[in-house]
Structures are given as C-alpha cells and as structure tokens.
T-cell receptor
Framework: LAKTTQPISMDSYEGQEVNITCSHN???????ITWYQQFPSQGPRFIIQ???TKVTNEVASLFIPADRKSSTLSLPRVSLSDTAVYYC????????????FGSGTRLLVRP | DAGVTQSPTHLIKTRGQQVTLRCSPK?????VSWYQQALGQGPQFIFQ???????QRGNFPDRFSGHQFPNYSSELNVNALLLGDSALYLC????????????FGPGTRLTVT
C-alpha cells in the first residue's frame, strides 16, 4: 500500500482558498486517491476521490498530475467550519478496501 | 434514513476487563469495518466483516475480535484490556464491491484505567 505524506498543519483565513498537497510516490496503477475530513469527536467523512487529472464536486476540487505521485485538495473560500483534519489516502476504489490513514493535515481557519 | 450508529458513546473500563462495542450500519450497507483512533493519530484499521465473516484484518492482536449478525450489525470485542487500548473506536459501513465511500459512525470513546 502506498504511503502518503502531507503537512502536519496549515493555517488560513476565512474566504481564502486552501490547497493541501499530499505526496504518494509509490502509488500503484490501480490505486485511487481519496480525501476524508474529520471534525473532533466525529468519524471521518468522505470528501472527494480521483484517479487522474481533475475532479470537482460541490465541496472541493482534487488535482492530480500526470505522474500521480502527488495530489492537491483545493477548498475554495474556506469558512470557520472547515477547521478539521484532512486525510489523504491511496488504495483501491472498491469500498470493501481497507482504508489506510496517515496522520492527516490539521487545518485551522481563522476569522 | 439513519446513518451509522454506535453504542455506547463513552465507557470507562479497568485494565484486564473485557468490552463489547456495537455498530449498526447505514441502511442498505452489508459491510462493516472497525478502526481504532488514538488521540492525535489517524484511524487504524482493525478488521472488516462481510457475510458474517472476517474478510480482512489489520495489525491487531487476537484480543480484538468481532462478529457480524444476519442484520449486518456488528460487535467489536476487546479482551484483557490494556491502558493502550484507550481510544476512539470507529465503525464504518459500506456496500461490498460497491462505490468508493465508507460511512463512519460517531465512534465510541473507550477509556481504560
């Protein structure tokens, strides 16, 4: 399973765009990249998943370069409620696949 | 439509005791996975149940065992509790072979004293 590396923490201000980059140099051909969000004392929540290029949904965008060795989660115009831990995971697309979490990135959004 | 539910919310146990945690999956889901999350760490995969059988297991000792019932709900049992077992235990449900998303419950906070 590919190991992921992401910043331990990031600070931002309300209304700014936040980009969190994840490194996964050993990603396998059939691995997808998935991001989860976790608030204190809650379970993680799926944000977005992609394989290559760009994926966008109502919450975020995911940018994946051609070599797929990294990915960037982009959160547009963050608010205080976006303060959370964000996890980057790589693995199979099948939901029966066990999720391997790293330590995540703690995002703090300031007023 | 109820999401994933877990019980109890919190509990306190003493070293050496045994504990059982319970999980009801989201409606329509047949697969349950359990994760342990220590303070300040990401969740760690314990095991996964599908069709009442353990399908995958993470790097956890045999003190951790589980069960899945015909209605897809699941239990996590931990024997001979250690102080290091204090953590948030998360249950996630999904549809086997289905799409990519696992739905997590709110967790059970276990404190071992």
């Amino acid at each position: 399973l590919a190991k992921t590396t992401q910043p331990i923490s990031m600070d931002s201000y309300e209304g700014q765009e936040v980009n969190i980059t994840c490194s996964h140099n050993n990603i396998a051909t059939n691995d997808y990249i998935t991001w989860y969000q976790q608030f204190p004392s809650q379970g993680p929540r799926f944000i977005i998943q992609g394989y290559k290029t760009k994926v966008t949904n109502e919450v975020a965008s995911l940018f994946i370069p051609a070599d797929r060795k990294s990915s960037t989660l982009s959160l547009p115009r963050v608010s205080l409620s976006d303060t959370a831990v964000y996890y980057c995971l790589v693995g199979g697309m099948d939901s029966s696949y066990k999720l391997i979490f790293g330590s995540g990135t703690r995002l703090l959004v300031r007023p | 439509d109820a999401g994933v539910t877990q019980s109890p919310t919190h509990l306190i146990k003493t070293r050496g005791q045994q504990v059982t945690l319970r999980c009801s999956p989201k409606s329509g889901h047949d697969t349950v996975s359990w994760y342990q999350q220590a303070l300040g760490q990401g969740p760690q995969f314990i095991f996964q149940y599908y069709e009442e059988e353990e399908r995958q297991r993470g790097n956890f000792p045999d003190r951790f065992s589980g069960h899945q019932f015909p209605n897809y709900s699941s239990e996590l049992n931990v024997n001979a509790l250690l102080l290091g077992d204090s953590a948030l235990y998360l249950c996630a449900s999904s549809s086997f072979g289905g799409n990519h998303e696992q739905y997590f419950g709110p967790g059970t906070r276990l404190t071992v004293t």
